[in-house]
């Protein structure tokens, strides 16, 4: 019993581990990234506004809700009209060249 906990302990402390590392790494090329910062900018006020939308409510939660709501149906439909493409074509359906 007591292998088994010591087992699962290290195996706990060796995926911390790797988590970790995964972590730095990622946060170093964020920090590099010089639009990083640019992206994190829209990323809070584009939160605040839609917050603040959300907060007062009525008809602009409602417009607002309704365009997101199609814009991820839209999302949808192109990746959707993207996969059937490629299998169809066996190749990129895009439209936009391999290189």
């Given at each position: 019993m007591v292998g088994v906990v010591?087992?699962?302990?290290?195996?706990?402390?060796?995926?911390?581990?790797?988590?970790?590392?995964?972590?730095?790494?990622?946060?170093?090329?964020?920090?590099?990234?010089?639009?990083t910062l640019r992206i994190a900018e829209m990323a809070i006020i584009g939160s605040a506004a839609i917050g603040l939308v959300w907060f007062f409510g009525g008809l602009a939660?409602?417009?607002?809700?309704?365009?997101?709501?199609?814009?991820?149906?839209?999302?949808?439909?192109?990746?959707a009209v993207r996969v059937v493409a490629t299998v169809a074509?066996?190749?990129?359906g895009d439209g936009i060249a391999a290189t």
């Open positions: 010591l087992r699962h302990f290290a195996a706990v402390v060796v995926f911390a581990a790797r988590v970790a590392r995964a972590a730095r790494l990622c946060w170093a090329r964020v920090i590099r990234e010089p639009s939660w409602q417009g607002l809700l309704t365009a997101a709501g199609g814009m991820a149906a839209s999302g949808g439909l192109v990746w074509l066996r190749r990129r």
